[in-house]
């Protein structure tokens, strides 16, 4: 099945700092990568996703690159703030949800 | 639009107990999964519901069933709990399924099996 890592498991940056948050999976199958934000108290809230037919996605100061050959995908957050401080999840799936498997987890903290 | 319910947010049990979560999706969802979350196993996928039928299933035991209604409303029950079934457990719902849309997560049920 399945397997996803992540790293790092925590960052610290200034506010105004990127961020970056990379994970790998092995399942040449899957082709859905979402990106969750989970803040304390709350469920996961999706943040940004990509397909694998797509190479780059952005959105705003967020954006997501993968790389299909090497099996890896990445977060990236420019111009960190205080609010993006939480815990973002990385995952991996096909399109018809088998092997849907998220990654552990990275505590991500903006520094004022 | 309101979003993803669950109740109760918190429930503490006995082991050999059994314990019924539920799920109310967003509005004109049609797919709702279930998750478990801990702190050393991380996020893994229960299953997933579609027009009231099992689509997925991670990798938990019989012990852990689930059904959906024609209303889309979910409930997970688990059986026999067990200490290490103490954790928080979250729906999220989806128009499409899982890996077809956006998913959309409910605060979930915090559950301690003492």
């Known amino acids: 099945g399945e397997n996803v890592e992540q790293h790092p498991s925590t960052l610290s940056v200034q506010e105004g700092d990127s961020a970056v948050i990379k994970c790998t999976y092995s399942d040449s199958a899957s082709n859905y990568f979402p990106w969750y934000k989970q803040e304390l108290g709350k469920g996961p809230q999706l943040i940004i996703d990509?397909?694998?037919?797509?190479g780059e996605k952005k959105d705003q100061r967020i954006a997501v690159t993968l790389n299909k050959t090497a099996k890896h995908f990445s977060l990236h957050i420019t111009e960190t703030q205080p609010e993006d401080s939480a815990v973002y999840f990385c995952?991996?799936?096909?399109?018809?949800?088998?092997?849907?498997?998220f990654g552990p987890g990275t505590r991500l903290s903006v520094l004022p | 639009k309101a979003g993803v319910t669950q109740t109760p947010r918190y429930l503490i049990k006995t082991r050999g107990q059994q314990v019924t979560l539920s799920c109310s999706p967003i509005s004109g969802h049609r797919s709702v999964s279930w998750y478990q979350q801990t702190p050393g196993q991380g996020l893994q996928f229960l299953f997933e519901y579609f027009s009231e039928t099992q689509r997925n299933k991670g990798n938990f035991p019989g012990r852990f069933s689930g059904r959906q209604f024609s209303n889309s409303r979910s409930e997970m029950n688990v059986s026999t709990l067990e200490l290490g079934d103490s954790a928080l457990y979250l729906c999220?719902?989806?128009?499409?399924?899982?890996?077809?849309?956006?998913?959309?997560f409910g605060p979930g049920t915090r559950l301690l099996v003492l």
């Open positions: 990509i397909r694998s037919n797509v």
């Open positions: 995952a991996a799936g096909d399109n018809y949800g088998q092997n849907f498997v």
């Open positions: 999220a719902s989806s128009s499409q399924g899982v890996g077809q849309e956006t998913q959309y």
